[in-house]
């Protein structure tokens, strides 16, 4: 099922989640999110990116998701992986005291597509996100990712409107 790319690739996620659960410090957070999301432009059809995030630190976050087609029908689909750092001042300070409701998001990662069985790394740029751990939500508009898929040799850009944060650990209701 799976090619040897693809097998390092499942290998490597699972290791990066094993090992930030152990370095996590006090604001260790987790999200689920939802959103928009493509790996070709122009697209041909609609899809989505799914997933969730782990906070590691005060200024570092892992993702694991999945990017996927909705028409046609989950013919298109891939998984990836990224480490974000917030670069306006901290996205979390572990505490009831909120972080920078205001930040921005510089992301390095890799991919598996199953789609053209390709695999890669990137580095992600998200201007603009409003919200964070304690307020409970998080929105994070017009992510690019820039990158390389070194199994079909040929540079790729990811483009997100627009992703929805909903966190489940690390928000108010932790605090009080």
Same mark, same amino acid.
Request: charged share 20%; aromatic share 18%; hydrophobic share 40%.
């Given at each position: 099922?799976?090619?040897?790319?693809g097998k390092?690739?499942?290998v490597?996620?699972?290791?990066?989640?094993?090992?930030?659960?152990?370095?996590?410090e006090?604001?260790f957070?987790?999200?689920?999110?939802v959103?928009t999301?493509?790996?070709?432009?122009?697209?041909?059809?609609?899809?989505?990116?799914y997933?969730?995030n782990?906070?590691?630190?005060?200024?570092m976050?892992?993702?694991?998701?999945?990017?996927?087609?909705?028409?046609?029908?989950?013919?298109?689909?891939?998984?990836y992986?990224?480490?974000?750092?917030?670069l306006?001042g *901290?996205?979390s300070? +572990?505490?009831? !005291?909120a $972080?920078?409701?205001i930040? &921005?998001?510089?992301?390095?990662? #890799?991919?598996?597509?199953?789609?053209?069985?390709?695999?890669?790394?990137?580095?992600?740029?998200? *201007?603009?996100?409003? +919200?964070?751990? !304690?307020t $409970?939500?998080?929105?994070? &508009?017009?992510?690019?990712?820039? #990158?390389?898929?070194?199994?079909?040799?040929?540079?790729?850009v990811f483009?997100?409107?627009f992703?929805?944060?909903i966190?489940?650990?690390g928000t108010?209701?932790?605090?009080y």
């Amino acid at each position: 099922m799976f090619s040897k790319v693809g097998k390092f690739f499942l290998v490597l996620l699972l290791a990066s989640i094993s090992l930030s659960t152990l370095h996590a410090e006090d604001n260790f957070d987790i999200s689920f999110f939802v959103g928009t999301g493509t790996k070709e432009w122009p697209e041909d059809g609609v899809s989505f990116t799914y997933g969730m995030n782990f906070g590691l630190t005060r200024h570092m976050e892992l993702s694991i998701g999945g990017l996927s087609s909705l028409v046609p029908f989950f013919d298109k689909n891939m998984i990836y992986s990224e480490f974000s750092f917030s670069l306006m001042g *901290p996205r979390s300070r +572990g505490s009831k !005291v909120a $972080g920078n409701g205001i930040n &921005m998001l510089l992301s390095v990662g #890799g991919f598996y597509d199953f789609y053209d069985k390709g695999a890669g790394a990137y580095l992600g740029f998200t *201007p603009l996100t409003v +919200g964070n751990p !304690v307020t $409970g939500k998080r929105d994070r &508009m017009f992510k690019i990712n820039a #990158g390389y898929d070194f199994v079909n040799n040929k540079a790729f850009v990811f483009f997100s409107l627009f992703v929805f944060d909903i966190y489940v650990r690390g928000t108010w209701r932790d605090y009080y």
